[in-house]
C-alpha cells in the first residue's frame, strides 16, 4: 500500500482568518496552502472560478497539471461533485462519523469522492514536492469526512476568533472577486445567526480531537499579536516537527499560489500585512455584542474570549 498523502485540515467558522494564514504558509518550504478543498470539484472545475493566481481554474497551468496526474484516465467531475454535495450535508453527520447506513448508494459515493479526493491531494504533492497539503475548507463535515475515510494521513487544527469579529464580517457587503462573469456578493447572515454557526461549526469541529488525530487550537487573535511565532509554531504542527529553514511572516521564497475559494485577500498580489481587524468593537453595541455572547457562552469561555462587551 502507497503511503497516504499528509493533510492539515483548518477547520472553524468562516471569516476567521484561514485566508490570511494560509498566504502566510505558503512562505514554508514544503507546506502546500491549497485553500478550500473541497470546493475543488465545483466551483473550481465546475463553475471556474478564478484561481488564486489571477487565472480562471480551467485555465491555471498548475491545477490542469494537478488533475492530469491524479485522473489520468478521467475524471467524471459531476459524479464526484454530486457525492461531495450528498457528502457535506448536516443530515449526513451521523452517517460519516458513526457509520450509520454508510452502506448502499450513500457508500459508494463516500468511495468516489474519497478516491477523488486522495488522488487530487497526492497529485498536488507530487506536482510541487511539498511535504505537507493545507487544506483549509474549514467546513466541519468536510473534516469528518477525511476522519472516517481515512484516505489521508490527517491532522487538525481548528481555527477561532472571537464570535463577535466572526458575525459583525458577515454582515457587510463585499463583492466576490473570484467570480469574474458577473457582480456578486459574498454571502451575508444576520448576527445571530453567525453566531449559532460559529458554536455549531467549533462544536463539530471539536469532534475531531478524538486523542487520535494531531489537533492543535489556533487564535486568530494570537496569531496577528505575533505573527512570526505563530508562524512558526503552526508550521512545525503542519509538518510534525520544527521548519528547516526559519520562518517569518511575509519572507521566504513566495511564488503565486494556487488555491480554491477563500477570502478575497487571496487575490490581492504580494500585498501581505497583518493587522488585527478589531472594526467590531465600535460598530457592535454593547448590545449587539451582549446578544452574541450570550448566544454563544459555552465556546466563547473555552477559547478565552471575555464575555463582556468590547470598545475599541
Ligand atoms: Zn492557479
Redesign the pocket.
Known amino acids: 500500500m502507497t503511503a497516504k498523502a499528509p493533510v492539515l485540515f483548518v477547520g472553524g467558522y468562516g471569516r476567521s482568518g484561514s485566508t490570511l494564514i494560509d498566504l502566510a504558509l505558503a512562505s514554508v518550504p514544503g507546506v502546500v496552502p491549497v485553500g478550500e478543498f473541497r470546493h475543488l470539484f465545483g466551483r473550481a472545475l465546475g463553475d471556474n472560478e478564478l484561481?488564486?493566481?489571477?487565472?480562471p481554474?480551467r485555465k491555471?497551468?498548475?491545477?490542469a497539471d494537478v488533475i492530469a496526474r491524479a485522473f489520468p484516465s478521467g475524471l467524471d467531475r459531476g459524479e464526484v461533485h454530486e457525492a461531495m454535495r450528498a457528502i457535506n450535508r448536516v443530515v449526513s453527520v451521523p452517517r460519516i462519523r458513526y457509520g450509520f447506513g454508510a452502506r448502499g448508494h450513500f457508500g459508494r459515493q463516500m468511495r468516489t469522492y474519497g478516491d477523488a479526493l486522495a488522488a487530487a491531494y497526492q497529485a498536488v504533492l507530487d506536482v510541487t514536492g511539498g511535504q505537507v497539503i493545507v487544506d483549509s475548507s474549514k467546513y466541519p463535515l468536510h473534516g469528518l469526512f477525511l476522519r472516517a475515510s481515512e484516505v489521508v494521513d490527517l491532522s487538525v487544527m481548528l481555527l477561532v476568533r472571537d464570535a463577535r469579529a466572526v458575525a459583525y464580517s458577515w454582515t457587510r457587503q463585499r463583492i466576490r472577486p473570484e467570480v469574474h462573469w458577473e457582480e456578486q456578493n459574498m454571502p451575508q447572515h444576520s448576527l445571530l445567526r453567525s453566531s449559532a454557526a460559529w458554536s455549531a461549526s467549533n462544536f463539530l469541529t471539536g469532534l475531531l480531537d478524538d486523542g487520535s488525530t494531531p489537533y492543535r487550537v489556533q487564535r486568530y487573535e494570537d496569531f496577528v499579536a505575533d505573527p512570526d511565532g505563530q508562524l512558526e509554531e503552526i508550521a512545525a504542527f503542519a509538518l510534525g516537527g520544527r521548519p528547516k529553514t526559519p520562518v517569518a511572516f511575509g519572507t521566504g521564497p513566495r511564488g503565486?499560489?494556487?488555491?480554491v475559494a477563500g477570502n478575497p485577500l487571496r487575490l490581492a498580489g504580494d500585498r501581505l500585512e497583518v493587522k488585527a481587524d478589531v472594526a467590531w468593537k465600535t460598530e457592535l453595541s454593547a448590545w449587539q455584542q451582549a446578544m452574541i455572547a450570550v448566544t454563544s457562552p459555552i465556546g466563547m469561555r473555552r477559547f478565552g474570549y471575555p464575555l463582556a462587551p468590547q470598545r475599541g
Open positions: 484561481c488564486s493566481c489571477g487565472r481554474f491555471c497551468p498548475f491545477w503565486p499560489t494556487h488555491t
